[in-house]
């Protein structure tokens, strides 16, 4: 079945670049998502890249996509305090009337 | 700005009870969802509706109901409450079809049974 898959914690310092990873088993994806949860929230959209984009650049984040490997990440420079927070890697898929699947999210921890 | 509203930020009920979930959107999107949110976990669905007066089971249906009589309303029922369902709810809106730019969320309400 569909499935993403992606590590649950990440700690990095100010000031330096975050890459949060992320794998996905449905070859039938339309779209990817990544989604910032900050403490006590709901989720927010950050940024969306469609199937037949390989990246996708926003300020200071940057969307890679490997449909061959089904990997999907995101960059984050000059990592900010304000920057923590739990990052969830999502998909929609052709399958199951556009359904979108949620990884269990990352934590991103960002020391001062 | 457009928004998804949950009625509650945080619920204490008693097992046994029943307990109602509001969640109302202004965007006029045709899909809602309730996700259910556990530490380790992820997002978990639970029901979600494609329109008005129509919903489909999710992942994790069991002890859980819902109504949609209206398009921007979407409400999540716990017929008797248990201790299990200790959790942070979350509902979501989206349009339909293909032009899927993801999901609005709500902030969340995250309820207690004791």
């Known amino acids: 079945g569909e499935d993403v898959e992606q590590s649950l914690f990440l700690s990095v310092r100010e000031g330096d670049s975050s890459v949060i990873n992320c794998t996905y088993t449905?070859?039938?994806?339309?779209?990817l998502y990544w989604y910032k949860q900050e403490p006590g929230a709901g989720l927010q959209l950050l940024t969306y890249?469609?199937?037949?984009?390989d990246m996708k650049q926003d300020q200071r984040l940057t969307v890679l996509l490997n449909k061959k490997d089904k990997h999907l990440s995101l960059r984050i420079a000059d990592t900010q305090t304000g920057d923590s927070a739990i990052y969830f890697c999502?998909?929609?898929?052709?399958?199951?009337?556009?359904?979108?699947?949620f990884g269990a999210g990352t934590r991103l921890f960002v020391k001062a | 700005d457009v928004k998804v509203t949950q009625s509650s930020r945080y619920l204490v009920k008693r097992t046994g009870e029943k307990v109602f979930l509001e969640c109302v959107q202004d965007?006029?999107?045709?899909?809602m969802f309730w996700y259910r949110q556990d530490p380790g976990l992820g997002l978990r669905l639970i029901y979600f509706s494609y329109d008005v007066k129509m919903k489909e089971k999710g992942d994790i249906p069991e002890g859980y109901s819902v109504s949609r009589e209206k398009k921007e309303r979407f409400s999540l029922i716990l017929e008797s409450a248990s201790t299990n369902q200790t959790s942070m709810y979350l509902c979501a809106s989206s349009t339909q079809g293909r032009s899927n730019y993801g999901y609005t969320f709500g902030s969340g309400t995250r309820l207690t049974v004791v």
């Open positions: 965007m006029d999107h045709e899909n």
């Open positions: 449905d070859s039938s994806s339309t779209y």
């Open positions: 999502a998909e929609t898929t052709d399958t199951g009337g556009f359904k979108t699947i």
């Open positions: 890249i469609f199937s037949n984009m």
